[in-house]
């Protein structure tokens, strides 16, 4: 069965896309977001799904559930930074009045496509920043987003187009807070994760521009168990490295979580306080705070969009089930 149906969550339309493997939940008109994922082989939740009593709470913080959007993604001193001389002040929301998780929240995308083929289905949204004048406000350089996501078996590809529309260059920076469940069972969780060092984070969680040896980290890159961590940590993946996360439950059943090479940096791992129901795996373009914390776009992953021009960055989330 690989088709799209329409749903309901608290009062708005989902697209449900459908395999014979996966059940992929889709909330376009609020931030677009992957709010469910299921695993119909295990009959088991892949993603923190927000129930709809949680309504009022995903409206204020939509990056605590499912595959949620960031652009662009982590904190940004005072919400301020400055590029080709031109100043930009983006919202003061979360503690030392810096900025948090980038302009995109619950805006309503509209969907443009729908396929259904023998291989697989597809949905295809988009979005134009002059929509939202609070947005416009912040980075007043219209773009438009489109994102395509495409379930093939136990396979899911999202890929996005971000266009820009305007005159000027801006810098441009993507990342996804992915909220993958661990079912309140670390200990059976390992996580394989290629990477080459820390960033220094100060006291604001805000990076310093320093590099850190991986130290205790160091077996993330062999495979790392879960049980005992307490992760809110950027990663540094080097050159010549797969951007590639594999999680692995002890009877072999997981993911591998997969960006492109080329426009992917970093990594951020996040289990809001001791890992016990949560593993946030982040795929990175930018450094938090990239415009501030150094003007070498090699180290901070910032891209720069010219005018007429687009970017497409593509992650794929696959799943891993052992043979029975």
């Known amino acids: 069965m690989k088709q799209v149906t329409k749903g309901q969550w608290g009062g708005y339309d989902t697209y449900i896309l459908h395999s014979r493997e996966l059940e992929v939940t889709l909330l376009p008109r609020l931030g677009n977001n992957v709010i469910a994922l299921k695993d119909l082989k295990e009959e088991r939740q892949i993603l923190r799904r927000p129930e709809e009593s949680d309504l009022d709470f995903f409206m204020q913080k ?13 904190r940004i001193r005072k919400g301020q930074f400055q590029f080709d001389g031109a100043s930009y002040q983006f919202d003061q929301n979360t503690a030392g009045d810096n900025h948090i998780h980038g302009l995109h929240r619950t805006q309503a995308w509209c969907v443009s496509d ?20 609070h947005w416009m406000e912040q980075l007043p350089v219209p773009l438009k987003l489109e994102m395509t996501f495409r379930l093939q078996d136990a396979r899911l590809k999202q890929i996005l187009k971000v266009t820009n529309l305007g005159e000027q260059r801006i810098p441009f920076g993507l990342g996804y807070h992915t909220w993958f469940m661990i079912d309140g069972e670390p200990e059976r969780w390992n996580l394989k994760l290629p990477v080459e ?20 980290l160091q077996d993330l890159n062999e495979g790392k168990n879960i049980q005992g961590t ?9 050159k010549k490295q797969p951007v590639e996360a594999l999680l692995l439950r002890d009877d072999g059943y997981g993911l591998r979580y997969t960006a492109d090479e080329n426009l992917f940096r970093h990594w951020v791992l996040y289990t809001k306080g001791p890992a016990d129901q949560f593993l946030c795996i982040e795929p990175y373009t930018w450094l938090p705070d990239a415009p501030n914390v150094s003007p070498d776009p090699e180290f901070t992953g910032l891209l720069t969009l010219e ?14 089930h052992p043979n029975r």
């Open 114 to 133: 729908i396929e259904e083929d023998e291989d697989g289905c597809a949905v295809t949204t988009e979005f134009n920043t002059v929509d939202d004048p």
């Open 230 to 238: 307490n992760f809110d940590t950027a990663l540094r993946i080097g």
């Open 197 to 216: 060092g820390i960033y220094e984070l100060n006291e604001e969680l805000l990076p310093s521009g320093n590099l850190l040896p991986l130290g205790d």
């Open 62 to 74: 939509p990056y605590h559930f499912g595959i949620p959007l960031l652009i662009p993604p982590g």
């Open 307 to 320: 005018p007429g021009h687009s970017i497409e960055l593509s992650t794929t989330l696959e799943m891993i």
